[in-house]
């Protein structure tokens, strides 16, 4: 039998995102899925803490109930590094008195205030368009984080990469990226049709 209780989570919490060398490799190149350079040891870690801190107001996660999960980007013991965390209840958010649901509908408030000040302070001279992507079924939870990491970070670095897909923008705009990112494996879909 499978695992019913114990695949979902009852109560919200944080998602746990390991900013690996390979991701960085991956978001630092022209394309996701080949890249030819090599990161030195010595630049992966603040390269990783860059790229982690870009992706922390680009992506939204939702658990199995449809409440807000806090991203935590962590980083290998190498780099000596606290991790990257959005907005959670007693961590770097008011820990308000009442039910947890509301703890973290709090924080997510403050998360989506955070990502609205990014999206109106584009850089000198530019206009950001805010691009929300909602991926499609059967991801689980690690590919669909590291795939909103990585494309979050070439859209922000390269604005080209928008424009192939969307069309033309004018040279003084930019798209600012929103990844939502929701549980949907094959198991959890199953589950959920219940």
């Known amino acids: 039998m499978m695992c019913l ?3 979902v989570k009852l ?3 944080p998602v746990t995102f390991p900013v690996t060398k390979e991701r960085v490799l991956r978001a630092s190149c022209d394309s996701p899925y080949y890249c ?3 990161i030195e040891d010595r ?3 603040d390269r990783a803490v860059t790229l982690a801190e870009k992706a922390s107001t680009s992506v939204i996660a939702i658990n199995e109930r449809g409440s807000y999960s806090p991203v935590f980007f962590t ?4 780099c000596k590094r606290e991790p990257i965390r959005q907005r959670m209840p007693g961590v770097n958010c008011p820990d308000n008195e009442g039910p947890i649901a509301e703890k973290f509908t709090d924080c997510f408030v403050k998360q989506a205030k955070d990502i609205l000040k990014k999206v109106k302070s584009p850089p000198q001279g530019k206009k950001y368009h805010l691009l929300v992507f909602i991926h499609g079924g059967l991801n689980t939870e690690q590919p669909r984080l590291e795939r909103a990491f990585v494309d979050a970070n070439r859209i922000l670095r390269d604005a080209s990469v928008a424009d192939k897909a969307m069309g033309r923008l004018k040279n003084s705009e930019l798209f600012y990226p929103l990844f939502i990112t929701w ?7 199953y589950i959920d049709q219940r």
């Open 5 to 7: 209780a114990s695949c």
């Open 11 to 13: 109560q919200p919490g």
């Open 36 to 38: 030819a350079q090599e």
């Open 43 to 45: 630049d992966s870690c």
């Open 75 to 78: 980083f290998s013991d190498k």
């Open 183 to 189: 549980p949907s494996g094959g198991i959890q879909s």
